[in-house]
């Protein structure tokens, strides 16, 4: 089992910042890799940014420019830059982290932080 555990979301206004952090820990062997997805109300579960161990790295163009994801592979720490923030990037965020044993996958997720940005 992997145990995920976010913090840093919260209350910002328009063209503000947070950083998110989501801290890895139990079976965290070959878990690559991780990321951030958010889920607004009313809409569906999206991919906000992604991130290898290799340091390889995938975002939403809604947030290009914006954010930035980026790993301590030594803390099992993956985090989330957020700039200019929109009202639209309200959502609760969620890590995520993906692990490959065998032929099967498997998905982890933390609980979620909400991020709440105000016009």
């Known amino acids: 089992q992997v145990q995920l555990v976010e913090s840093g979301g919260g209350l910002v206004q328009a063209g503000g910042s947070l950083r998110l952090s989501c801290a890895a820990s139990g079976s965290i062997f070959r878990i690559n890799p991780m990321g951030w997805y958010r889920q607004a109300p009313g809409k569906q579960r999206e991919l906000v940014a992604a991130i290898s161990s290799g340091g390889s790295t995938n975002y939403a163009d809604s947030v290009k420019g914006r954010f930035t994801i980026s790993r301590d592979n030594a803390k099992n720490t993956v985090y989330l830059q957020m700039n200019s923030l929109k009202p639209e990037d309200t959502a609760v965020y969620y890590c995520?982290?993906?692990?490959?044993?065998?032929?099967?996958?498997?998905?982890?997720w933390g609980p979620g932080t909400q991020v709440t940005v105000s016009s």
């Open positions: 995520n982290a993906k692990k490959v044993v065998g032929l099967a996958e498997y998905d982890y």
